[in-house]
């Protein structure tokens, strides 16, 4: 399994990115979805996930409102658009694909996520 990851960029605050992360080997349509981040001396945090089919989505309270994740499963992509960039959305973000099949309700934990891609940076300047 491989997850690409890319889009990450240099951005001024109040900008918008667009992240894609496009998954090899994997069964795609099957599996919940979701995007982590990690700053520089920071722990790996949770940002937001999708279900398998697309249907329901969970946000971290940072970025609520602010970032929308999407999923193509005929593409075997899914998708991280973020607005109105905040310096603090600094970091790597990173894709990952769930542990198991067909979860009805996306995980928001590290440990529920299987297969991880390299990561892309997004800088978010002031």
């Known amino acids: 399994v491989q997850l690409q990851a890319f889009g990450g960029g240099l951005v001024q605050a109040g900008g918008s990115l667009r992240l894609s992360c496009a998954a090899s080997e994997l069964s795609f349509s099957r599996y919940a979805m979701a995007w982590f981040r990690q700053a520089p001396g920071k722990e790996r945090d949770f940002v937001a996930a999708?279900?398998?089919?697309?249907?329901?989505?969970v946000y971290s309270d940072s970025v609520k409102g602010r970032f929308t994740i999407s999923r193509d499963n005929a593409k075997n992509t899914v998708y991280l658009q973020m607005n109105s960039l905040k310096p603090e959305d600094t970091a790597i973000y990173y894709c990952?694909?769930?542990?198991?099949?067909?979860?009805?309700?996306?995980?928001?934990?590290?440990?529920?996520?299987?297969?991880w891609g390299q990561g892309t940076q997004v800088t978010v300047s002031s």
């Open positions: 999708t279900i398998y089919s697309g249907v329901n989505t």
């Open positions: 990952a694909a769930d542990r198991s099949a067909y979860r009805d309700s996306p995980g928001r934990g590290q440990y529920e996520y299987e297969h």
